[in-house]
Nanobody
Framework: QVQLVESGGGLVQPGGSLRLSCAAS????????MTWHRQAPGKKRELVAH????????NYEDSVKGRFTVSRDNTKNTMYLQMNSLRPEDTAVYYC?????????WGQGTQVTVSS
């Protein structure tokens, strides 16, 4: 029943911006911490950002601090990732994630490519 659907990825030039969305359903969205992960070519999946129940508490991977902003709208069951000042090393598939009890759920991923 839990479903996470990412959108908003695409091709962008270095220094550009993208806004990713994660539409969630099948659970009480506001009760759960949500995260963004990414997996770049040849690398393991890594945590990019996480956000608490109300959006007050956020944490970021060091390389994206000051450039990415995670937010959520609990009235829309949607989490966002605003990505600014994008770099080629940000190129990856970005995944939305929630852990409910002992089960981790992932979206299908959305491709972000940063290239000139």
């Amino acid at each position: 029943q839990v479903q996470l659907v990412e959108s908003g990825g695409g091709l962008v030039q270095p220094g550009g911006s993208l806004r990713l969305s994660c539409a969630a359903s099948g659970f009480l969205f506001s009760d759960y911490v949500m995260t963004w992960h990414r997996q770049a070519p040849g690398k393991k999946r890594e945590l990019v950002a996480h956000i608490g129940w109300t959006g007050r508490v956020t944490n970021y991977e060091d390389s994206v601090k000051g450039r990415f902003t995670v937010s959520r709208d609990n009235t829309k069951n949607t989490m966002y990732l605003q990505m600014n000042s994008l770099r080629p090393e940000d190129t990856a598939v970005y995944y939305c994630e929630v852990t409910i009890g002992a089960t981790t759920y992932w979206g299908q991923g959305t491709q972000v490519t940063v290239s000139s």
